[in-house]
């Protein structure tokens, strides 16, 4: 069971984030070293019972200039840290994203899944090849795309954050990770039925209210991040998994376009071979009024490269959301050899 001081101690900090000074306060005061020793090492020791100091690594180093991890505990599970509310912004966060994957996918050591934290937002991510071994049994799983997929969230203010965190408690997290999480995005991304019993994961918790609560969040997490969207050459996949990686172009008299068709049946643009035709400039930026900002957005995120459809895309560009001789537009894309 949890101790009642720890709870009450968060108790305490989540009363204290209702004052929107305090929000300011703990930006300022709270770096990436005051996240440790406020939140993390007490929530590692007290809460999830790694209290053997041997089982702890700071600032592990991560591969040949990978930069170094925060925390490892037992040597296969991380926890990358960042100053408090950081994760506010959005683009400080794909940052922290990118990182902690790049440190969990590094092939020379045994870490297959970590938490990335701003002390406010908590996001646990699992390598694709871990899901793939212990959620399918070694079978490959086209329909997860990303190699190192974060697979949920839980805010520090929710009611149940230290009940849901204690899924990863000392002697249970490896098994609720690869038997129970794995197993469960799985059968959602193969739409397989029935739903497993995650509400397990906190039977130490000893009520079944509570581990019923924490059970239902963490599936809703599942359904809500695992779930499959259907792009244009969906089917066409399955039928011809050949087009998978397959190049398309799009050419008129003021651009061109270039596509990859990706997991899922959706397209992602390489925007590097996408250019506007410089004798046709003019006449470009009237006919699609948002390229510019659309070649930007490209550049800036791999995620704004990727359209469930050729169709979603031409409307990005041309900025409306109507689109007419939709047939044609579609004629005028051609795969590249």
């Not at 805010?155 to 098994?175: K, P, R």
Request: net charge negative.
């Amino acid at each position: 069971m949890i101790q009642n001081e720890l709870r009450e101690r968060f108790k305490k900090l989540r009363d204290s984030l209702k004052d929107p000074d305090n929000w300011i306060k703990y930006q300022v005061d709270l770096k990436e070293e005051g996240i440790k020793s406020v939140f993390i090492v007490p929530l590692i020791m007290e809460h999830l019972g790694f209290s053997n100091i041997d089982d702890l690594k700071f600032e592990d180093v991560q591969g040949n200039n990978q930069g170094f991890a925060d925390i490892v505990v037992k040597d296969n599970f991380l926890f990358e840290l960042k100053k408090f509310n950081l994760f506010n912004d959005k683009a400080e966060l794909e940052r922290a994203e990118k990182q902690i994957k790049k440190y969990i996918k590094n092939e020379k050591d045994k870490i297959h899944y970590g938490i990335l934290s701003d002390g406010v937002l908590w996001e646990l991510f699992i390598d694709k090849k871990l899901i793939i071994q212990s959620g399918n049994e070694g079978s490959d799983l086209p329909e997860l795309s990303d190699e190192c997929p974060r697979c949920l969230s839980v805010n520090i203010q929710n009611e149940q954050f230290l009940n849901i965190i204690y899924m990863f408690n000392v002697d249970d997290y490896e098994n609720n990770i690869k038997r129970y999480l794995s197993k469960s995005i799985v059968n959602k991304l193969l739409s397989k039925g029935g739903k497993f019993a995650l509400n397990n994961m906190f039977s130490k918790l000893e009520n079944m209210d509570i581990e019923g609560i924490c059970g239902k969040y963490i599936q809703d997490q599942i359904d809500e991040v695992f779930k499959l969207e259907k792009g244009e050459f969906f089917d066409q996949l399955k039928g011809d998994k050949a087009i998978l990686n397959k190049k398309m172009k799009y050419e008129d008299e003021y651009i061109i376009l270039e596509i990859t068709i990706i997991q899922n049946g959706h397209v992602k643009v390489n925007f590097q071979n996408c250019k506007i035709k410089m004798e046709k400039q003019i006449e470009a930026f009237s006919e699609y009024p948002n390229i510019i900002e659309s070649l930007r957005m490209w550049q800036q995120s791999s995620d704004a490269c990727i359209y469930p459809n050729r169709i979603n895309l031409y409307k990005a560009i041309k900025g409306n959301s109507r689109t007419r001789n939709q047939d044609e537009l579609i004629k005028r894309w051609q795969y590249i050899e």
